[in-house]
């Protein structure tokens, strides 16, 4: 292979993977929420991507009330509207379901509550991805913007090698990294943040604060919902997606979680980075249907070396 | 201040407390002693509002506290330092005790009890930035005791504080509460280690398998043949 040719798809294969991982880092962001600091086993976290993309999908196309911003800011405008309208789904779901198999309800059973949760959701995400199909149809879509199809060119910067800079996914990154700080901020340096860690940290010493344990989890719960919602918001401007798009990307986000470290808000950002990363630049050997066991290959020797995760640390007294 | 009436209590068909009453009145130091299962931490979890009785009242300050919910309970001057500290593992230090200091009537008085708070525990000072889940389970007490007090609490009620500790440092940990309570906070105890709980005590109780056997000032019980043969284990000579 020419040497130029193989820096240009080098270096676009990178990028790619940074633009796309900032994306997952987001994405992996609602589910450490719920999973990594609640505590929730949430199978049904796949279904909140797919639930942020149509959400975003009707706010924008065939005549939605996004439709006046036009094809350039419409798309992320859509996007972030995701977020609140899933936040209002995902409390509606755990107050009438999630509720009754976590927070304080199982707070010192035998299981926490997973083996529940882990029946519940799926039972969710299956009702969502079939009834998705009914309600939103079987024809694949996508949130149309000029911007996907055009790029910034950087260079040449060896020869004729040319980094390609996709302009949607930009923009999508920069929405999703500024998400994300807002998230992390608010988690790390407010009083509802601090609160809401709490109550994930012990439920019954969080109740003799006078803190209301069960509206924090159910906000917990929301806010990792539309998390993953905007970040599907995101994705929907440059992938066609149907109701079943969510079980392609539950395994990403969990593996993401993982490998960021347990219960840190970053580490899941940076999970969920790594996890794209690796994700675009083994296309460069590898075709795409290994894309998703290059993801396992280096899941699994980050955590043979690095067990709590990137990020993880261990709260207990050794 | 707090008035228990007739409190019982069950577990799933086991009884937990039978007719308890107990009164704690402003700037008292009380105390409730009785051996393992009597049903201490049981009593103050109803009073926090955590298990639900099956009969009796608990006002505070004139409130029907069993209207409210537990976390309600706390927002009206309610602090209770659990047993086994339950500390906020994964938060730092400072982090516990401004979650101490979630209700409002903390938030107003934050500057003043966090003073007061290294003035007792000069260790949490120094360990502000460390995760709470990595101290010393005598450091673990103070930080649950310094975010029971930076509520502002009307009554602090403290959960076996000695429990698990060194005698050194349950030394230390006592010290400190008799002063939190010279300063004016009003305190309910559950001890395990009778004498010194009951040194400190304005007025005692003893619980015995869910029943109020024996109250009364420090005086008395020291005096009662029961309480000196089974807590302290002194024999009459």
Known sequence: MDIEVLIESVLNAVTAGITIGCIYGLMCIGLGMIFGIMKVVNFAQGELLMLGMFASFYLVTGGGILAFLGPYIGPFVGAMLAGPIVFLAGAFLHKFLISRVSGLRTAGSIDDGHFGQLIITLGISLILQNGGMIVFGSVPVTVQTPLSSSAFLLGPIYDDATVFLNKAKLVACA????????????????????????????????????????????????????ITAIAGGLMATYLSFGSFIGFDYVIIMYSGVVLGGIGSIMGAFWGGLTVGFVQQVSALVLPPQLQNAAIFVAFLMIVLLRPQGLFGRSAERA | MLEVTNLSVAYGGLRALTNVSLTVNQGQFVTVVGPNGAGKSTLFKTISGVVKPMGGTITFLGDDLLALSAAERAHRGIAHVPEGRQVFKTLTVRENLEMGAYPKTGRAAWARSLDRIHTLFPILAERAQQMAGTLSGGEQQMVAIGRGLASAPKLLMLDEPSMGLAPTVTDTIFERISQIHTDGVTVLLVEQRVAEALELSDHGYVLETGHMVLEGPYETLMADDRVRKSYLGLTED
């Open chain 1, 175 to 226: 929405v999703a990294i500024i998400t994300a700080l807002a998230l992390y901020f608010t988690m790390e340096f407010t009083r509802i943040g601090k609160a809401l860690r709490a109550a994930a940290d012990n439920p019954v010493a969080a109740t003799y604060m006078g803190i209301d344990v069960d509206k924090y989890y159910r906000m917990a719960f929301g806010l990792g919902s539309g």
